[in-house]
Nanobody, 126 residues
Framework: EVQLVGSGGGLVQAGGSLRLSCAASGFTFDDYAIGWFRQAPGKEREGVSCFSILDISTYYADSVKGRFTISSDNAKNTVYLQMNSLKPEDTAVYYC???????????????????WGKGTLVTVSS
């Protein structure tokens, strides 16, 4: 059974940093794409970043390029999202997700993934 447990959210001032973690079980990163998504109050879900196993590449939403970095520790089966230079508009519930499909990162960021973890709230104060 695929399970994803996200953590690391909190309250931070604008310009600050946070690192989110997602502990995965029931699969390996060799076989699954994995990513981070977010949903702000009153807004649609947005794809933030992901690894695609189709082309072994990382993808980022334009809104976070240069500020966020996705990485993984395969030995711990954990994926991270390092978020720097945070802005109030980054405030959202962040979700990690995984998918066994062979699609591009652009596809996943737009359409989402099959398996979802519980969200972790990130609040950026101005």
């Amino acid at each position: 059974e695929v399970q994803l447990v996200g953590s690391g959210g909190g309250l931070v001032q604008a310009g600050g940093s946070l690192r989110l973690s997602c502990a995965a079980s029931g699969f390996t990163f060799d076989d699954y794409a994995i990513g981070w998504f977010r949903q702000a109050p009153g807004k649609e879900r947005e794809g933030v970043s992901c690894f695609s196993i189709l082309d072994i590449s990382t993808y980022y939403a334009d809104s976070v390029k240069g500020r966020f970095t996705i990485s993984s520790d395969n030995a711990k089966n954990t994926v991270y999202l390092q978020m720097n230079s945070l802005k109030p508009e980054d405030t959202a519930v962040y979700y990690c997700a995984a998918d066994h499909g062979f699609y591009s990162g652009t596809y996943f960021l737009r359409y989402g993934m099959d398996h979802w973890g519980k969200g972790t709230l990130v609040t950026v104060s101005s």
